[in-house]
């Protein structure tokens, strides 16, 4: 019989002597969808593997031990989640960042003053809900699309009209940014009770469907609102309810659900056929922020490793140059969603460093520092002619539902055009990584003085830098105050009036060409901190001068956040004196995704084309110091 008995233990070990432990470790593991292979109590290389993963995804270290204090973690993990963990991740790309304790900032630059300088910034009324970029590039046009919807209705429900569209996520983002805006007024009541729906609605009831279409658009929306709510998270009433939907939500909700995961295993290699653009990138970096912001508010460990996970996920998908391959291989769009990377990471840099930690000198997975990223990147946006061979060529511009092919640098036209209309010239590499530059890579014995020369006039900030249009954080006021200089830069906007003309004006009834009409192409160009690039058109159009009066008949403008540019060419007053000058004043966007309108005063200066009648010529105006608008007239008939 003992023969027997040793028989059967020889052939068949792990099932004759089966664990109970480690068959109910498996049966859980599997619940969290962390594979632990077959459920027979026997323990082998996959629920090995599958235990490591289940402690590095909650922060710790699985001391390879199996008894009753695991089985407790294991049952509290599933009563928690309905969704586990992250398929993006892997514990190979693990950082310092999972070392921290749970901890808890202060948030001290969310005080009186920070809220007094975004008030000056305040933009009041109806949101501006359809400016989308579409068409080929290089000749992106701007047009309207009205979305005929209530905000109010579309964050409650998380539903803009119609999902399957491809600028649903536009809802969303133009929504939740028009009440951020007004947060001290109107804004503040709508969003507290836009949270109070939320927070009233059975757990589960916003999760991200499996394969659907909502992702981009439900991600979006509660990365941006959700650091709002903990960066002003005082402001707001029902807190207990509101932090315990928010929490759920994004613990729940941090796995992409789909087959296609992001290439930080081999940045180099990536592919638009082998993975997903929009995953790999924007959810990734904004969820990072908004768990971060969450977390350190109510020191939340499981909050601060989710949000470690999703920036580890994107921190490592930087080539050894420095390129972050997931924008660099978006076509002509590449580096307008590239410059947006330092505003997502120096917003988190701005949180941790307030309970004493640099993230900047944290080292991802391949022993690189955050900073050597951060100056990689910053480099190929400064000259982006060896990225475009390596990535943007034979990529696709994605826009409107269809997708162009770049296959030659002449498709994108000028580099300097190009810095323009995906604002990385330099002035917006700058600013996106305000909080690095001053704290960092300028630190020693900056000055208040040069710190606002460096940002310019204050007041005239585009409101995307002022907002935290894409990260949700106000990081550049936020940084001044953490610095102590926020009170002493930050003055009352600027009320002086429009100047003047002194001269007496000519008799604009009495300049016309023989046929009675001067019709005349006009091209739109900015100038920005003394810079003296010929190419920088911000517009076109085309004007008609009928006895002295000028009225735009075509106007086209790529700046701006919201107007249409009829209503530019209707509320100008215009009219042409006999020596060609244009006299009058315009008013009009001047600064991409800015709503700031700037009112131009034409007639002071101008140029007069050499050899050509008419208006022909350079017509400027320096709106300010270091902006220059400047219509060129030309090839009038």
């Given amino acids: ?136 590039p290089p000749n992106v046009r701007w047009v309207r699309r009205p979305m005929d919807a209530d905000c109010t209705d579309v964050l409650k429900n998380m539903q803009p009209p119609d999902m399957a569209r491809w600028d649903a996520p536009l809802y969303a983002q133009n929504c939740n940014y028009h009440y951020r805006r007004q947060l001290f007024s109107t804004g503040l009541e709508e969003l507290q009770s836009i949270f109070d729906f939320w927070a009233g609605q059975p757990q589960g009831t916003f999760d991200l469907h499996p394969n659907g279409d909502d992702e981009y658009f439900k991600s979006a929306l509660m990365a941006q609102l959700g650091t709002t709510y903990a960066l002003f998270y005082d402001s707001f009433t029902n807190n207990q309810a509101i932090d315990r939907f928010f929490t759920d939500w994004m613990l729940n909700n ?16 990536f592919s638009h056929d082998r993975h997903n653009v929009d995953a790999c990138g924007s959810n990734h970096w904004r969820l990072s922020v908004a768990n971060y912001a969450l977390g350190l508010r109510l020191g939340s460990h499981d909050l601060l490793i989710t949000g470690a996970k999703h920036l580890e996920i994107n921190l490592s998908m930087y080539d050894p140059d420095g390129v972050f391959t997931p924008y660099a291989t978006r076509g002509w769009d590449a580096p307008g969603y590239a410059i947006d990377n330092n505003e997502y990471i120096t917003s988190i840099a701005l949180m941790l460093a307030e309970v004493g930690i640099n993230l900047y000198a944290i080292k991802i997975y391949d022993g690189r520092t955050v900073r050597d990223l951060i100056d990689g990147h910053n480099a190929w946006l400064t000259d982006p002619s060896g990225v475009i061979e390596k990535y943007v060529l034979g990529t696709r511009t994605c826009n409107s539902g269809s997708c162009t092919v770049v296959n030659n640098i002449e498709d994108l036209g000028s580099i300097d055009q190009w810095r323009i209309d995906r604002q990385f010239e330099q002035s917006d590499i700058f600013l996106r990584s305000f909080h690095y530059e001053v704290t960092e890579n300028r630190s020693d014995d900056i000055s208040e003085d040069e710190i606002s020369s460096l940002i310019g006039s204050i007041s005239q900030l585009p409101d995307m830098y002022v907002w935290g249009q894409t990260s949700g954080v106000p990081f550049i006021f936020a940084t001044l105050e953490q610095m102590g200089y926020l009170a002493s830069l930050v003055t009352a906007p600027n009320q002086a009036t429009m100047p003047t003309i002194e001269a007496t004006l000519p008799d604009f009834s009495a300049y016309s060409p023989d046929n009675g009409q001067w019709v005349c192409a006009v091209d739109i ?61 315009i008013s009009m966007f001047t600064m991409f995704g800015n709503e700031q309108i700037d009112t131009l005063l034409l007639g002071l200066e101008f140029v007069p084309a050499e050899g050509e009648a008419g208006p022909e010529g350079l017509h400027s105006y320096e709106v300010r110091d270091g902006l220059k608008i400047s219509f060129v007239v030309s090839d009038c008939n």
């Fill in 254 to 269: 941090q796995t992409l659900i789909g087959s296609k995961i992001c290439p930080f295993d081999a940045p180099s290699t």
């Fill in 525 to 585: 160009r900015r100038t920005l901190g003394g810079e003296t690039v010929e190419d920088n058109s911000i517009g076109n159009g085309r004007i008609i001068s009928e006895a002295g009066n000028i009225e735009f008949d075509i106007l086209n403008l790529g700046t701006g956040g919201g107007l249409d540019a009829s209503i530019v060419s209707e509320s100008a007053e215009l009219q042409l004196a006999e020596t060609g000058e244009i006299y009058g004043q």
């Fill in 1 to 136: 019989m003992k023969l027997f008995i040793a028989f059967l233990v020889a052939i068949f070990p792990f099932t004759a002597f089966a664990d109970p432990t480690t068959e109910m470790a498996q049966r859980l593991l599997n619940q969290l969808g962390l594979d632990a292979g077959a459920v027979d109590g026997s323990w082998g290389p996959k629920t090995a593997t599958a235990m490591r993963r289940f402690y590095n995804e909650l922060g710790f270290e699985f001391d390879g031990q199996l008894d009753g204090a695991e089985i407790d973690d294991l049952t509290a993990a599933t009563a928690q989640y309905r969704n586990f963990g992250n398929q993006d991740w892997s514990p190979e790309i693990r950082s310092e960042l999972h070392d921290f304790p749970a901890i808890s900032a202060p948030f001290s630059y969310i005080n009186s003053d920070l809220i007094s300088a975004l008030t000056q910034f305040q933009r009041n009324g109806l949101p501006d809900l359809g400016m989308h970029p579409v068409g080929d």
